[in-house]
């Protein structure tokens, strides 16, 4: 028998002696349910103690410990449902199997969905096949329970739920900072020579192999999408704008300053390589971003956006004849009734306006409408032009607010998305010219609707989910970061406006969101299982079981933290220490 083998016996004979083991029976203790609760995780506390004494090499190995508390009720697994809010529901993480099959007795517990990256009943069988290797399916019964869970880690034991550290019920500035910076510094770390960011990573094989696109090899034939890359360059200039800012100056110092610069200017020369020059139709010279043979009018907004960011927090203008380029051409893309062209070009051919609804987007118009912001705050110094742009900007609002919903109906969800008009809108508002009550109030009616689908204390069906947002009630959790970030914006416009009672809902509801996404963080406690903590640690999830992240999971969740982190210290120090994400309304 290996050390490790003997090492686990030696926890499992441990556990077996302990005295009050038997005490996780289901046989009644004296003095009611809240006695029976006490005594058990009392006796926890002891079991646990036990171990952690019984381990001799207590760095050397993870052990996870799961108490089943309650008897495994049967279950027919062709029944079971992942959104539904009666008894046939399995919750990832939450929910795990015994399973008989043959003569042997198998376990899926709660949290091997987060580290078997299981979301989905048809990767839910899957991974319980892999356990079964050779037995047919339908002969294997299925009985569900739930579990406490714990790991040691290194000299202690953390409590675990659907698979990650519990966190604890209140959210602070250090908090979403530390989180924030560990993001960026992977970003960072993880940049190619080119100058692109690792797009895609599989913590739970240590690969770049994407689930999306699985025969491309990561290394001879790579997918990258430039859109997401400027959202790459966006996260690490938001975090040079917020270590800046005098509120956070204290305990947030710029030690990551040069690195941050050197990583943005090496992106920007990246993006600009994609760029195809052209005339447009009044003259001017123009510019678009070129991405997997789409010339995709997102890429060209947000690369915009960044040069005009770049330019604004640098006081370097190297870059503001591509930047006035890209926006000549965005200005060329808005047709008279407002609409723009989604793409220039899609698989190098042409796109006529007649081809465009079947090229719509929804998230390139708020895209753009950023951009051209970030250059008539930031860059722009002709009075003619800064004309021709509002112009050209407030046709394309007016068609966005009042026509978009009317063109394309099939397009709109419960949750609303379009987080970058929210946030496009809000970098307008400091021009008069934009402070329309229309503008306002989309912003405010998409907040709303994202407040409304958000679980909340009184609404939420397990203790992680509160301030994650669903379509329909009942849906597994949504943790969003890029919603978030339109939320933000809701909520500073709500300050410039003096609408308080918008304020009190949107913090509560940003601080509860950002709990929820602090459960997506890989950090060195969550990484317990991965083959390649270090080169995982930073990054962050899409869902609260994946193991895989993508540049777009990471910047959003990050950016998100750091674009409320000013208004969050500003906001708690009037009113909380701490934001408590169960708070009642």
Not at 117 to 124: I, P
Not at 324 to 329: P, Q, S
Not at 375 to 382: A, E, G, I
Request: hydrophobic share 40%; with cysteine.
């Amino acid at each position: 028998m290996s050390d490790s083998s003997q090492l686990v016996a030696s926890v499992i004979r441990a556990v077996r002696r302990h005295p009050r083991f038997a005490e996780f029976a289901n046989d009644p203790v004296a003095g009611g349910d809240q006695d029976i609760e006490k005594t058990k995780l009392k006796s926890l506390e002891e079991i646990l103690g036990a171990l952690l004494s019984e381990l001799r090499f207590r760095n050397a190995v993870r052990i996870q410990v799961d108490f089943i508390r309650d008897e495994p009720t049967p279950v027919e697994f062709a029944t079971l449902s992942e959104n539904s809010l009666g008894p046939d529901r399995f919750e990832f993480g939450v929910d795990g199997f015994r399973i008989l099959g043959g003569s042997q007795t198998r376990y899926f517990l709660p949290g091997d969905a987060f580290v078997k990256s299981v979301l989905g009943l048809s990767q839910l069988r899957q991974a319980v096949q892999r356990l079964a290797p050779g037995e047919e399916f339908s002969s294997l019964k299925f009985f569900r329970f739930r579990s406490q869970s714990f790991l040691r880690f290194e000299d202690r034991w953390i409590p675990l739920y659907r698979g990650t550290p519990v966190l604890g019920e209140r959210v602070s500035a250090e908090d979403l900072f530390l989180r924030a910076r560990a993001a960026i510094e992977r970003v960072v770390r993880t940049q190619d020579r080119s100058g692109q960011f690792e797009y895609y990573y599989d913590a739970k094989t240590d690969s770049q192999v994407n689930h999306e696109h699985p025969t491309r090899d990561p290394v001879t034939n790579p997918f990258y999408n430039f859109v997401r890359h400027c959202g790459g360059i966006l996260t690490l200039l938001f975090y040079e704008a917020v270590t800046r800012d005098g509120r956070l100056a204290e305990n947030m110092p710029r030690d990551a300053g040069s690195l941050v610069h050197r990583a943005v200017v090496a992106a920007i020369e990246c993006y600009l390589k994609t760029l195809v020059e052209y005339d447009t139709a009044s003259g001017l010279r123009a510019a678009y971003a070129v991405d997997n043979q789409k010339g995709k009018l997102g890429g060209s907004g947000l690369g915009l956006y960044s040069l005009t960011l770049f330019q604004h927090l640098f006081g370097d203008n190297r870059y503001e004849a591509a930047a006035r380029k890209l926006a000549n051409h965005l200005v060329a893309e808005i047709q008279e009734s407002g609409e723009f062209r989604y793409y220039h070009t899609y698989l190098d051919r042409q796109v006529t306006l007649d081809e465009n609804p079947q090229l719509f987007s929804f998230y390139y118009p708020g895209e753009a409408i950023i951009g051209l912001a970030g250059y008539l705050k930031h860059v722009c110094r002709s009075d003619a032009e800064r004309t021709l742009i509002t112009e050209r900007l407030q046709r394309a609002l007016r068609f966005l607010i009042f026509e978009r919903p009317k063109k394309y109906p099939q397009h709109f969800a419960p949750l609303p998305s379009d987080s970058w008009l929210m946030m496009g809108i809000d970098e307008l508002w400091d021009l008069p010219e934009f402070q329309r009550a229309e503008n306002l109030q989309f912003v405010f009616a998409d907040a709303d609707a994202m407040c409304d689908h958000q679980y909340t204390p009184k609404n939420s069906l397990f203790s992680d989910d509160i301030g994650s947002f669903f379509y329909h009630y009942g849906d597994h959790p949504y943790p969003d970061g890029a919603r978030a970030e339109g939320l933000t914006s809701a909520y500073r416009l709500a300050i410039r406006v003096g609408d308080a009672a918008r304020q009190r809902r949107y913090f509560q509801s940003l601080a509860r969101v950002a709990w929820a996404c602090l459960h997506l963080c890989n950090t060195r406690e969550s990484l317990y299982s991965v083959p390649n903590p270090h080169h995982a640690y930073g990054s962050i999830r899409f869902k609260f079981t994946r193991q895989w992240v993508r540049v777009d999971t990471t910047e959003h969740v990050a950016s998100f933290f750091l674009r409320f982190l000013p208004s969050f210290v500003s906001e708690a120090a009037s009113r909380l220490a701490t934001c408590d994400s169960r708070q009642r309304e």
